[in-house]
């Protein structure tokens, strides 16, 4: 038991919208471990990411919240330790209610609650709120052959699932040896104290949970109905928080995405893999692309949940990040010391033309415009974005893409940044107030394609010839050019005091081709001119902040707008 008495003052959640959620999953010992304005003492550590100059960051990158990789007390393999190495991403759980005392620069004997907690209060008044990656699937035991530290001292064949034709195996659907048993009450009980715990007394926001079927799964796999569901949708303080599952375990019909209810928003790898691949000339036309930037609603579109149910990322703490996925076509992980043989081997990445690093100021420049492509796309599509630690400032891991034990420079965020650094954090920046600043890009509801009061549909699809995209168009392999125009009348949404919302229209020109083109744009009904507000194509000029332009550049209706090779351009539309 640990002594209470933690000040609170006046903390409130910050309670953001989903619409209106940007989040940007984070590595509390790897963010500050190398800051320098962060005092020695406190990098890497609870306090290190509640000092004012990590806050900084945060709020002037614009996120709405962070998702703090497992924070849960945790410990490391024995493979791990045995070689000298640990677990830094920190999915091994051995206490589900203690902080990671790791993380704690006062102290392990209950401390580290009380900077937790100050943590929670500070991000909280800074108006970001605290997501944790919470990790119920397996505990830091493993297999038969692993430590007796938790749950197998009290009640073994209680607590894991055991093989059913070998009850002397666990059942192993995590890929660590064990899985922990939810069908047990005692178990199940055990999680939901947790879970409360952590939002009545830290102060938590809501919770991304690791391999999530596996905690649904029943006497015959994933069960939509599972208790652990039906207790979290029924508990009166788990209701009020986001609840994000990661919608795939590794057993048998563990992929689950789209199956969870209505308040669950899910990791949406679908869009990953579409994005990546559109970007890197291996898409398949312009169709799934088009689903992806719209919402989902062909995969998370059940009864009752709205775009928010898709949590759209490119890149996240597993994989390669986002200057790697513009730099190695393969991983690199010899660092790890499993001889290559740990990781993904199909990354949907593309080196551009060289692997690794390199002079070549080709490749370099298309790099850049690789990157500003993959977050343009990420920050204008309808849903939830994720953002990861450090693709910000284009953060490499050397082409690791699986730095779980890496705990060092690989794994840390830079601060010395260089000029391309500095434009890039700038564009992302760029990219997320704009997000923030027009409900049209970040819809409240799946867009029906239905005209609104002035004959508009609330979006509609163009190819480059300035005409609505046909049937065949839709269906070729080879369309690499679309463009989605967005009507701000025909927002669904209200604002706090009941009063319809209506934004300015925006259309979005996704250019996938590896040449120029010229990209008709369309005259009314749906447009009189046009400005160009973003455009990937463009470098920044020396010494300046951020790629994109400033608004001023504009174009009749009718006009041909010329596209740079794969880039993305973002029009503000005046209406007739």
Request: net charge negative.
């Given at each position: 038991?640990?002594?209470?008495?933690?000040?609170?003052?006046?903390?409130?959640?910050?309670?953001?919208?989903?619409?209106?959620?940007?989040?940007?999953?984070?590595?509390?010992?790897?963010?500050?471990?190398?800051?320098?304005?962060?005092?020695?003492?406190?990098?890497?550590?609870?306090?290190?990411?509640?000092?004012?100059?990590?806050?900084?960051?945060?709020?002037?990158?614009?996120?709405?919240?962070?998702?703090?990789?497992?924070?849960?007390?945790?410990?490391?393999?024995?493979?791990?330790?045995?070689?000298?190495?640990?677990?830094?991403?920190?999915?091994?759980?051995?206490?589900?209610?203690?902080?990671?005392?790791?993380?704690?620069?006062?102290?392990?004997?209950?401390?580290?609650?009380?900077?937790?907690?100050?943590?929670?209060?500070?991000?909280?008044?800074?108006?970001?709120?605290?997501?944790?990656?919470?990790?119920?699937?397996?505990?830091?035991?493993?297999?038969?052959?692993?430590?007796?530290?938790?749950?197998?001292?009290?009640?073994?064949?209680?607590?894991?699932?055991?093989?059913?034709?070998?009850?002397?195996?666990?059942?192993?659907?995590?890929?660590?040896?064990?899985?922990?048993?939810?069908?047990?009450?005692?178990?199940?009980?055990?999680?939901?104290?947790?879970?409360?715990?952590?939002?009545?007394?830290?102060?938590?926001?809501?919770?991304?949970?690791?391999?999530?079927?596996?905690?649904?799964?029943?006497?015959?796999?994933?069960?939509?109905?599972?208790?652990?569901?039906?207790?979290?949708?029924?508990?009166p303080v788990l209701a009020e928080v986001k609840l994000i599952a990661e919608p795939w375990d590794i057993g048998e019909g563990g992929y689950s995405l789209g199956r969870f209810p209505s308040p669950w928003a899910e990791w949406n790898d679908r869009y990953r893999d579409t994005v990546r691949d559109a970007w890197r000339g291996h898409g398949d036309g312009v169709r799934e692309l088009a689903s992806r930037l719209s919402g989902s609603s062909d995969l998370l579109g059940a009864p009752g949940r709205r775009p928010w149910a898709s949590i759209n990322l490119v890149t996240a703490h597993d994989g390669f990040t986002l200057h790697d996925l513009t730099a190695y076509d393969v991983k690199h992980n010899e660092a790890n010391g499993e001889q290559g043989r740990d990781?993904?081997?199909?990354?949907?990445?593309?080196?551009?033309?060289?692997?690794?690093?390199?002079?070549?100021?080709?490749?370099?420049?298309?790099?850049?415009?690789?990157?500003?492509?993959?977050?343009?796309?990420?920050?204008?599509?309808?849903?939830?974005?994720?953002?990861?630690?450090?693709?910000?400032?284009?953060?490499?891991?050397?082409?690791?893409?699986?730095?779980?034990?890496?705990?060092?420079?690989?794994?840390?965020?830079?601060?010395?940044?260089?000029?391309?650094?500095?434009?890039?954090?700038?564009?992302?920046?760029?990219?997320?107030?704009?997000?923030?600043?027009?409900?049209?890009?970040?819809?409240?509801?799946?867009?029906?394609?239905?005209?609104?009061?002035?004959?508009?549909?609330?979006?509609?699809?163009?190819?480059?010839?300035?005409?609505?995209?046909?049937?065949?168009?839709?269906?070729?392999?080879?369309?690499?050019?679309?463009?989605?125009?967005?009507?701000?009348?025909?927002?669904?949404?209200?604002?706090?005091?009941?009063?319809?919302?209506?934004?300015?229209?925006?259309?979005?020109?996704?250019?996938?081709?590896?040449?120029?083109?010229?990209?008709?744009?369309?005259?009314?009904?749906?447009?009189?001119?046009?400005?160009?507000?973003?455009?990937?194509?463009?470098?920044?000029?020396?010494?300046?902040?951020?790629?994109?332009?400033?608004?001023?550049?504009?174009?009749?209706?009718?006009?041909?707008?010329?596209?740079?090779?794969?880039?993305?351009?973002?029009?503000?539309?005046?209406?007739?």
């Amino acid at each position: 038991m640990v002594a209470g008495g933690f000040d609170w003052q006046d903390d409130r959640p910050p309670a953001t919208p989903w619409p209106e959620t940007v989040v940007y999953e984070l590595h509390v010992g790897g963010f500050t471990a190398r800051h320098p304005d962060v005092p020695p003492a406190l990098r890497g550590t609870y306090a290190g990411l509640a000092h004012p100059a990590a806050v900084e960051h945060l709020v002037g990158l614009g996120v709405t919240a962070v998702e703090l990789l497992p924070v849960q007390h945790f410990v490391s393999e024995q493979h791990l330790l045995r070689r000298g190495a640990r677990n830094w991403w920190g999915y091994n759980t051995l206490g589900f209610f203690a902080p990671h005392a790791g993380y704690s620069s006062s102290g392990s004997r209950g401390q580290q609650v009380q900077e937790f907690k100050s943590l929670v209060r500070t991000l909280h008044a800074a108006g970001i709120e605290v997501l944790l990656d919470v990790v119920y699937n397996h505990t830091g035991e493993g297999d038969r052959s692993g430590p007796t530290l938790c749950l197998r001292g009290l009640d073994a064949a209680g607590s894991y699932r055991l093989h059913p034709s070998d009850r002397s195996r666990y059942e192993d659907v995590t890929g660590t040896g064990s899985t922990v048993d939810l069908r047990s009450p005692a178990v199940l009980r055990l999680v939901l104290d947790s879970l409360r715990y952590w939002v009545s007394e830290m102060h938590v926001d809501g919770f991304r949970f690791d391999l999530a079927p596996a905690l649904l799964r029943g006497d015959r796999g994933v069960d939509p109905r599972s208790a652990f569901l039906q207790a979290v949708q029924q508990d009166p303080v788990l209701a009020e928080v986001k609840l994000i599952a990661e919608p795939w375990d590794i057993g048998e019909g563990g992929y689950s995405l789209g199956r969870f209810p209505s308040p669950w928003a899910e990791w949406n790898d679908r869009y990953r893999d579409t994005v990546r691949d559109a970007w890197r000339g291996h898409g398949d036309g312009v169709r799934e692309l088009a689903s992806r930037l719209s919402g989902s609603s062909d995969l998370l579109g059940a009864p009752g949940r709205r775009p928010w149910a898709s949590i759209n990322l490119v890149t996240a703490h597993d994989g390669f990040t986002l200057h790697d996925l513009t730099a190695y076509d393969v991983k690199h992980n010899e660092a790890n010391g499993e001889q290559g043989r740990d990781g993904e081997d199909h990354n949907r990445s593309w080196n551009c033309g060289a692997e690794g690093e390199t002079s070549d100021p080709e490749v370099l420049a298309l790099r850049r415009r690789q990157a500003r492509n993959l977050l343009a796309t990420l920050l204008l599509s309808a849903g939830v974005p994720m953002l990861s630690m450090g693709d910000e400032v284009r953060r490499t891991q050397s082409g690791n893409n699986n730095a779980y034990c890496q705990d060092g420079e690989l794994s840390w965020q830079p601060w010395e940044l260089s000029l391309d650094a500095q434009q890039m954090h700038a564009f992302t920046s760029r990219l997320v107030h704009l997000r923030r600043a027009h409900p049209v890009l970040r819809q409240p509801h799946f867009f029906t394609g239905e005209p609104g009061p002035d004959g508009v549909r609330d979006v509609t699809w163009f190819g480059a010839s300035g005409r609505e995209l046909t049937d065949a168009q839709w269906h070729d392999a080879h369309q690499a050019t679309l463009g989605m125009l967005l009507d701000g009348q025909s927002i669904r949404a209200r604002g706090a005091r009941g009063e319809p919302i209506v934004d300015e229209s925006f259309l979005l020109v996704v250019h996938l081709g590896a040449t120029r083109t010229a990209f008709h744009l369309p005259g009314p009904p749906w447009a009189a001119s046009y400005a160009v507000v973003l455009d990937t194509a463009e470098e920044p000029a020396t010494g300046a902040s951020a790629a994109g332009c400033d608004g001023t550049r504009t174009l009749e209706a009718d006009a041909l707008l010329e596209v740079g090779a794969r880039s993305v351009v973002l029009l503000r539309v005046a209406r007739p």
